[in-house]
């Protein structure tokens, strides 16, 4: 099994969740994150008082999918997330040891 | 709709238009008829002029809350919008009292040049009949109650600068003494009978404050400035970021103060005359020209003209206007409008930075310096073409400021400021070291770190 986590542009999150949806990837974690990585931030002036906001509005996705399924997500997830620009975000990917279904306690790939 | 029947319809007017049998009417002589119509015409001005100050008392009352807790609240960080609410929220309530008790007392019955006696205490005196020193056609209780509300705005607009570190408890004690110490003298030596500043009354230096440059806004500008300098900045400023949690907020209480100030500036005629008309006139066009002379400025600046910057211009604007409101054309109006969006973004945008003080919310840079530019042009524009209430031995108006000729009227608007400037920093400083002493000025550095609104109230505002 393996864990992709994607740091992608909020306005890309509806394009990727339909891509994924397209594919038979239902399952995903969503959370709302800030950071940066090559793209500059962007300059605030209130009153005079400039403030440099260079940690963006990002969303990070969380997904866990069979060894098999790995390459077909991650291009799916990738060309669906893209816009060719600074900040488009990154693409991790780590090996799990173990998923448990919480409501019946299924273990490995049956779980996910 | 129904229709009388026109048989039905003709008894009626016959009944209605028959004499009471045994009752010839009562013989009226011309005198008589010339009272009755004298005094219908009395009630009828009494009328109309009692609906609009009214009217305006509440728009005044409205500028501090919503109006001001708004504006202000927006601009401070999220964990203290509660807390910067209540400090002018509370003052609707304490000021309120203090006025009825001797606030109103102090300030307008008649006592030496720089402060009034104890003769409306407890409101002694201030019933239903007009004080015609004041407004001959209002009752008394509606000039009172007109005042309260600017009794009550000014207070509230000195917290801007204390914003988000000064204990409740200082910030309430502080703001008592202060509308005893410096409000009410300041308010007795420009509107009171034999006011010291007062050119409508018996004033040994005639100045020209329609609605409160000096009063209300040098007042609370520059002992916001004051308040600034003695309690030091806030924790963190100005290297961590304090952006405003939420301008939409802002810009809300901004557009409350802009129609407020329609009672606040148009109201001071205290009539429903043509002089509130030429007030309301002249207040709006100000607060226009000076959004749009602020967002000019920004823009070329920074190359973005951002709203809080339109907003708090139109307030400039608002400000600056306020002791001319009543003195000057619409033209001038605009010119002061824009003028002071130009020179109070200066002051916000530039010298503030340049000279490093915290006055978080901009009270000094908006009322201080707004409110000395718009005295100092009311001296400037001033025109009896627009105002002849002030009329010399002989029944001419009096000529107003340098529009008419009299260019010596600038020296006098001088005096006025340098004296509400220097009252403000004595009684300020004064104020401050005393509540220093008792109550302890600035919340501990934990509770400034947590916040105002749970350090001092116990509560949040988004839940």
Sequence with gaps: ?112 | MRRIPGHLGCLVLLWMSWPAAGQPPAPEGPAEKIAKLEAAVASAQTAGDNAWLLTSSALVLMMTGPGLALFYGGLVRRKNVLATMMQSFILMGAVTVLWALVGYSLAFSEGTPFLGSLKYAFLNGVGLEPNADYAATIPHQTYMVFQLMFAIITPALITGAFAERMKFSAMLLFTVLWSLVVYSPLAHMVWGKGGYLNAFLGGKIPTFDFAGGTVVHISSGVSALVCALYLGKRLGYPHEPMKPHNVVLSVIGACLLWVGWFGFNAGSAVGASGLATSAFVNTHFASAAAALGWSLAEWLRNGKPSVLGAVTGCVAGLVAITPASGFVKPMPALLIGFLAGLVCFVAVSILKGKLGYDDSLDAFGVHGVGGTLGALLTGVFGTNAINNALKDSSGHAVALGLADGNAGQILNQLWAALISWGLAIVGTLVILKVVDLVLGLRVSQDEEIEGLDLSQHGEEAYN
């Design chain 1, 1 to 112: 099994m393996k864990k992709i986590e994607a740091i992608i542009q909020p306005h890309k999150l509806e394009d990727v969740k339909e891509a994924l949806k397209g594919i038979g990837v239902d399952g995903m974690t969503i959370s709302d994150v800030r950071g940066h990585g090559r793209q500059k931030g962007h300059k605030e002036v209130y009153r005079g008082q400039e403030y440099t906001v260079d940690l963006l509005p990002k969303v990070k996705l969380e997904i866990v999918v069979p060894d098999a399924r790995l390459d077909q997500t991650v291009s799916a997830l990738g060309q669906a997330a893209r816009t060719g620009k600074l900040g488009d975000g990154k693409i991790f990917i780590s090996s799990i040891d173990e998923a448990i279904r919480i409501r019946n306690s299924d273990r490995g790939e049956g779980a996910l």
